[in-house]
């Protein structure tokens, strides 16, 4: 099932339509049209762990940041997810990737915004989130 949403175009009267979805590996992804404009990546946790997923990776497209996009992908993830856990700044999210600032921020920004439960600020009590 795909979520669509409104987006205003900074300095414009202008809107586009993304449309959100869970493919069959649990990544959820942004569309504008046919072009994917953002990914969050899972991945199951190990045994033993009390939680099914891991969000492993986190990027939009820069033509599309700071729309409100990496927030409705958050949205979208914990409606359809419930929780999972989030990547820690100091770890590589893939063999390249860190977290980055931004990312750090989005995760704050969604803890600020209650778009992630306070259940999620258990995994990282000595965090900077």
Request: aromatic share 12%; hydrophobic share 35%.
């Amino acid at each position: 099932m795909s979520k669509y949403l409104k987006i205003n175009l900074e300095g414009t009267n202008a809107q586009i339509t993304i449309r959100i979805e869970i493919e069959d590996n649990d990544d959820v992804v942004a569309f504008h049209d046919t072009e994917e404009i953002g990914r969050f990546e899972f991945e199951p946790t190990e045994d033993g762990s009390r939680y099914n997923l891991e969000l492993l990776f986190m990027n939009v497209k820069p033509d599309y940041k700071n729309l409100g996009i990496g927030k409705s992908l958050m949205t979208y993830a914990v409606n359809k997810h419930g929780e999972f856990l989030l990547p820690k700044p100091e770890c590589f999210v893939n063999a390249t990737n860190k977290l980055t600032d931004e990312g750090a921020y989005l995760i704050n920004s969604c803890f600020r915004n209650r778009i992630l439960p306070r259940i999620f600020k258990k995994q990282y009590d000595h965090s900077p989130y």
